[in-house]
């Protein structure tokens, strides 16, 4: 294998700067950061962020504030606790390409990191543009070469050495060694396993984040490494591409809290539903088809947040039900509904040989539904809604965000929220994280948006466990 140190990558990170985006990547990007915020404050809501703050307690104490949470942190330790609740609930976006979740696995890194060195919020959304870039460029050519379809935190934690480095100034020759050293100690985290058998570990993302801030923090120190896997003569043309194609356009968007592997006939069903005005007591069974993947996606009885999140069962049969899948269907005090769980019964999956040759690049469903009468409905084949093809746009963003925020947010407080993320991109972060935080703590919204601490109680879940 042949290395070649070129910089490309390293000045590409250090020198973009807003002013040269194009108008609708920098409209992406503050859709990005609308959408990441989301998985955050979701996040904040979980017990894996309550793991990630006890985690951060064994560092040394800050007085960083994160959103969702009370406490004060360390750069190391807010990049802990946000590295626990990113991807927590699953509504994060995705990229076919790298079958995996980019945002998630550098934003708590890249927060941290601006939240440290109090940049704009402007500098925030410049660094996310081009940690997606790194991201994905990276997994491709990780993926490629091991021949092993690692997830999100292999190469999330080669995005997050590059967004921490940007934002603390390193120079190239430190910015390659912050990569390389992420590259090389990279989680390599078999997503499929977590696929058949789900839990926290899911798309490891709490581990590549660590290894990226590490692997800056280690380069602070005076830590040398030398190549990463884009100075590969080989993988070096994925370079060629940047400043021209932006990955952050290439995104999905989720408008679930679930796989997407499990969106398309989430959205079948729903739309069936409707349209037919059926009632979920006159199914006797739904006939999932889909490709190979989602079929090994866990049909088990969840017990906890995560095995409902990397499942096929319980988010169709949920849909179903309630005619959504979101905070209230999948967290964990929800998953004892005894109608979703007599729904998981009615339903099979069957693999489709033609979407399955479709499959990364398109991810299709359809379903058929049986009646107790003898009808019989068949829906269209679906993509899920969100893909890069369908052009989404700030409105998708915004009703998305005012959907999922509701358990969380009053309608002042959605609207305060949007108006902290996007205007004003001046504004220092450490701002806009205490204005959300002000939103998410004061009035509330109940039981599930009570502005409690994260820690007690009431402003967490209460941790099931398996029968």
């Avoid at 915020?37 to 307690?57: D, K, P, V």
């Avoid at 798309?203 to 884009?230: I, N, Y």
Wanted: proline fraction near 4%.
């Amino acid at each position: 294998m042949n290395f070649t140190t070129t910089y490309q990558l390293e000045h590409y990170i250090l020198d973009t700067k807003w002013d040269d985006l194009p108008e609708k990547v920098q409209q992406r990007a503050v859709d990005c950061g609308i959408d990441l915020m989301m998985a955050l404050i979701l996040g904040s809501r979980g017990e894996q962020f309550q793991n990630g703050i006890r985690l951060a307690s064994y560092v040394k104490s800050g007085n960083l504030e994160i959103p969702g949470a009370q406490e004060r942190f360390s750069f190391l330790g807010a990049a802990l606790a946000m590295g626990h609740a990113s991807n927590s609930f699953d509504i994060d976006d995705g990229h076919n390409l790298v079958k995996g979740h980019p945002g998630t696995s550098f934003v708590a890194g890249v927060m941290a990191a601006g939240l440290e060195k109090n940049v704009s919020y402007r500098e925030y959304l410049t660094t996310l543009v081009v940690a997606y870039d790194t991201a994905v460029r990276m997994g491709l050519a990780l993926q490629d070469y091991y021949k092993f379809l690692h997830s999100t935190g292999t190469y999330g934690a080669v995005a997050t050495a590059a967004g921490v480095g940007r934002i603390f100034g390193f120079t190239k020759e430190q910015l390659n060694t912050a990569i390389s050293m992420a590259e090389y100690h990279a989680p390599v985290t078999p997503v499929m396993r977590a696929v058949q058998y789900p839990s926290m570990n899911k798309d490891g993302v709490p581990f590549g984040a660590m290894v990226g801030v590490l692997a800056a923090l280690d380069t602070m120190a005076g830590e040398t490494a030398k190549t990463h896997m884009l100075e590969m003569d080989r993988y070096q043309p994925l370079c060629a591409s940047l400043g021209s194609i932006y990955e952050i356009m290439n995104l999905y968007f989720k408008p679930y809290t679930c796989c997407r592997w499990a969106h398309q006939p989430i959205q079948a069903c729903i739309e069936l539903m409707r349209k037919k005005d059926l009632r979920a007591e006159e199914i006797e069974q739904v006939t999932v088809h889909t490709f190979d993947s989602a079929a090994q996606l866990s049909k088990i009885v969840p017990h906890e947040t995560d095995e409902a999140q990397y499942n096929i069962a319980y988010p169709v049969a949920a849909a179903i039900i309630h005619g959504d899948v979101g905070y209230r269907q999948v967290n964990n005090q929800a998953l004892n509904n005894p109608r979703v769980l007599e729904m998981m019964k009615r339903l099979r999956f069957v693999v489709d040989e033609e979407l399955d040759r479709q499959f990364p690049q398109k991810r299709l469903a359809w379903v058929e539904m049986r009646m107790r009468n003898g009808s019989v409905y068949r829906t269209r084949v679906y993509s899920a809604s969100g893909e890069a093809s369908d052009h989404i746009d700030h409105r998708w963003m915004t009703e998305k965000f005012n959907r999922i925020m509701d358990p969380f947010l009053n309608e002042q407080g959605k609207k305060a929220v949007l108006r902290l993320l996007e205007e004003n991109p001046d504004r220092p972060l450490r701002a806009v994280v205490s204005g959300i935080n002000r939103a998410l703590f004061v009035g509330g919204r109940g039981q599930e948006g009570r502005s409690s601490r994260p820690g007690s109680a009431q402003g967490r879940e209460t941790r099931k466990r398996p029968a």
